[in-house]
């Protein structure tokens, strides 16, 4: 009996925190809107704010397949064009995110991080963007990460696991003392199929399913730990 105890404590014990980058750590989506706009404007297909809330979460070739879509341009293009295409897309992309920098981390982040530093807590980052370690980089962040999981060596983009259970694997953990922070619904879908408690950083509306629905300026240790049943 005290030993199923002692077994049932260790399973909600928090020894890592998975976060993803864009609408978590910072809005990186801003960008990614303003240079998906650019190309959509070239190529003569409708791209408004409200189509660029598909594609939060979603890979490069991905979103580019959806705003071709929505121009019912799809089959227009071959598939080294699309290359050439998002590759277009990128190099604007990267060109708009140097200027960001650590007064772009959103509220509540800095904090949360150095609680989680403070108490021992494994960080890591589950982005899809291949440009995750830039972004990282000039918010001064770059040593807050324990792991930071290589976008491009994850063979399925969420809402498959893969990139939520890379983080857990670099530190050798188990699901259950892994949590995961997203913003877009696909990611609360992947934190999920790798079996690990989910925390949605928005609306109760776009984060359904989530185990804790909050804001990143409301992230704090203690409130996360009651709130899904954990312990340090
Ligand atoms: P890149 P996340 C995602 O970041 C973005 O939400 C999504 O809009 C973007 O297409 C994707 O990264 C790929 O980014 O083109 O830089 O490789 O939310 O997973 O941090
Ligand atoms: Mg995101």
Known sequence: METAKAIEI???KLKAVIFDLDGVITDSATYHYLAWKSLAAELGIPFDEQYNEKLKGVSRMESLELILQNGNAASKYTIQQKEALADKKNNLYKELIRQISPADILP???????????????????????????ILHQLALDTMFDYVADAAAVPNAKP???IFLAGMQAFGLQPHNCIGVEDARTGIEAIHRAGMQAVGVGTPEEMEGAELVTTT????????????????
Do not use: T
């Open 217 to 232: 300026g409301e992230l704090r240790l203690a409130m996360v730990l009651e709130r899904l049943g954990m312990e340090l």
């Open 108 to 134: 509540g982040i800095a904090a949360f991080l150095q609680e989680l530093k403070a108490n021992q807590i494994k960080i890591a980052l589950a982005s899809v963007s291949k440009n995750a370690p830039f």
């Open 10 to 12: 260790e399973k909600k």
């Open 160 to 162: 498959f696991p893969d």
